[in-house]
């Protein structure tokens, strides 16, 4: 079954056509994150209006893509995502995505985002992870902690009272000076770093629940900061302490849930999953087998709303599907 996804939840315009929940056949992103680099974050009104730009120009590449390779520009099904995000972004996708279905009378599916992260690991592998399992999703504007029991039966766990990992990284990033989005430039300036002990706090590490905050320590990095005389000669070292804080705090409760729960697999969800420190210290210290996105599948996409929808595949009339920007996992 070919499946093309729509993700436009924020400010990528994504689309691709998924095999089976597993071939990419297609895939196309626009983006306007350079627009948001100059701001130093996303602007939602400027995010939308940027997604009614790319929207069908993106469809189009997919399906050329698509041609190229299978000889047809026919497929199965549509996906989209209906939340959560930006109301204004996620408007221009499912709408898109409701005419299509209309006018070409193909099923619709809505996907939930953060289901959407999840399935990302399912591309492109050989081997299905076990179930029940822990995914840690991690994003710009989600820190969960869900045991997935099977698909579409998902108990949350616990998650970020405060700011999201993928925002922390984004704030920190811009204190330091190194631009947007944070994740992969403070990732970019902890490989020239070193780790040392600057002091910063582990958030709730030892709090005994499945809670995540991480205001608090964007607070004591603006003070790191400012106490700086040489920013400069210690910019690199500063981010390496602390992209490690993050990922010890993420590693501790993900690892104590899994065992808490009896997960026999733990998967990483969500744009921080290309995170390589993040990765690398899970692969190495996990006593489960762990799971990981292809790099390219971490952040924003079509192909993992695709896959979503083909392992919980349940269309719906288009005329019933409406974007929900507080859209929970359930
Ligand atoms: O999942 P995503 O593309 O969008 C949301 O649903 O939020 O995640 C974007 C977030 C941003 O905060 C970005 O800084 C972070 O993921 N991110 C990373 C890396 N790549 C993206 N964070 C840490 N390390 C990375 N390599
Ligand atoms: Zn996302």
Redesign the pocket.
Same mark, same amino acid.
């Given at each position: 079954m070919k499946i093309l996804g729509i993700e436009t !939840? @924020?400010d990528?315009t994504a689309v691709a056509i998924v095999e089976d929940g597993q071939k990419v056949l297609a895939w196309a992103v626009a983006t306007s994150v350079e627009m948001h680099a100059k701001t130093g974050g996303i602007i939602p009104d400027q995010a939308a209006r940027e997604q009614v730009r790319a929207m069908v120009p993106t469809i189009n590449e997919a399906l050329n893509q698509l041609e190229e390779k299978e000889g047809s520009r026919d497929f199965d099904a549509i996906a989209v995502t209906h939340g959560p995000g930006l109301i204004g972004s996620l408007l221009i996708g499912v709408e898109t995505a409701k005419t299509m279905s209309w006018v070409l009378n193909k099923p619709l599916v809505p996907v939930n $985002?953060l289901v959407g $992260?999840v399935y990302a690991n399912y591309i492109a592998i050989t081997k299905l992870p076990p179930l029940p399992y822990i995914t840690l999703i991690v !994003?710009?504007? $989600?820190t969960d902690l869900v045991l997935v029991k099977d698909h579409g039966v998902y108990e949350w766990v616990g998650g970020t009272r405060d700011d999201a990992a993928?925002?922390a990284?984004?704030k920190v990033a811009r204190i330091l000076g190194l631009g947007f989005?944070?994740?992969?430039a403070?990732?970019r300036a902890a490989k020239h770093g070193q780790i040392r002990d600057f002091s910063i706090p582990r958030p709730l590490m030892h709090s005994g629940d499945f809670d995540f905050s991480f205001s608090g320590l964007k607070t004591a990095m603006a003070r790191l900061v400012s106490g700086q005389e040489d920013l400069e000669k210690n910019r690199n070292d500063i981010a390496a302490a602390f992209q490690e804080a993050v990922v010890e705090v993420l590693l501790v409760k993900t690892f104590k849930a899994a065992q808490q729960f009896g997960a026999k697999a733990i998967l990483l969800s969500?744009?921080?999953a290309?995170? *390589?420190h993040?990765r690398e210290r899970l692969q190495n210290e996990a006593q489960l087998p762990v799971f990981v996105p292809g790099i390219k599948y @971490? *952040?924003?996409n079509g192909a993992m709303i695709a896959a979503a929808a083909y392992y919980n595949y349940t269309p719906i009339p288009f005329s019933e599907v409406q974007a929900n920007p507080g859209l929970f996992l359930d």
């Amino acid at each position: 079954m070919k499946i093309l996804g729509i993700e436009t !939840s @924020c400010d990528e315009t994504a689309v691709a056509i998924v095999e089976d929940g597993q071939k990419v056949l297609a895939w196309a992103v626009a983006t306007s994150v350079e627009m948001h680099a100059k701001t130093g974050g996303i602007i939602p009104d400027q995010a939308a209006r940027e997604q009614v730009r790319a929207m069908v120009p993106t469809i189009n590449e997919a399906l050329n893509q698509l041609e190229e390779k299978e000889g047809s520009r026919d497929f199965d099904a549509i996906a989209v995502t209906h939340g959560p995000g930006l109301i204004g972004s996620l408007l221009i996708g499912v709408e898109t995505a409701k005419t299509m279905s209309w006018v070409l009378n193909k099923p619709l599916v809505p996907v939930n $985002h953060l289901v959407g $992260h999840v399935y990302a690991n399912y591309i492109a592998i050989t081997k299905l992870p076990p179930l029940p399992y822990i995914t840690l999703i991690v !994003s710009g504007g $989600h820190t969960d902690l869900v045991l997935v029991k099977d698909h579409g039966v998902y108990e949350w766990v616990g998650g970020t009272r405060d700011d999201a990992a993928g925002e922390a990284f984004d704030k920190v990033a811009r204190i330091l000076g190194l631009g947007f989005p944070g994740g992969p430039a403070i990732q970019r300036a902890a490989k020239h770093g070193q780790i040392r002990d600057f002091s910063i706090p582990r958030p709730l590490m030892h709090s005994g629940d499945f809670d995540f905050s991480f205001s608090g320590l964007k607070t004591a990095m603006a003070r790191l900061v400012s106490g700086q005389e040489d920013l400069e000669k210690n910019r690199n070292d500063i981010a390496a302490a602390f992209q490690e804080a993050v990922v010890e705090v993420l590693l501790v409760k993900t690892f104590k849930a899994a065992q808490q729960f009896g997960a026999k697999a733990i998967l990483l969800s969500g744009g921080v999953a290309a995170n *390589t420190h993040l990765r690398e210290r899970l692969q190495n210290e996990a006593q489960l087998p762990v799971f990981v996105p292809g790099i390219k599948y @971490c *952040t924003d996409n079509g192909a993992m709303i695709a896959a979503a929808a083909y392992y919980n595949y349940t269309p719906i009339p288009f005329s019933e599907v409406q974007a929900n920007p507080g859209l929970f996992l359930d």
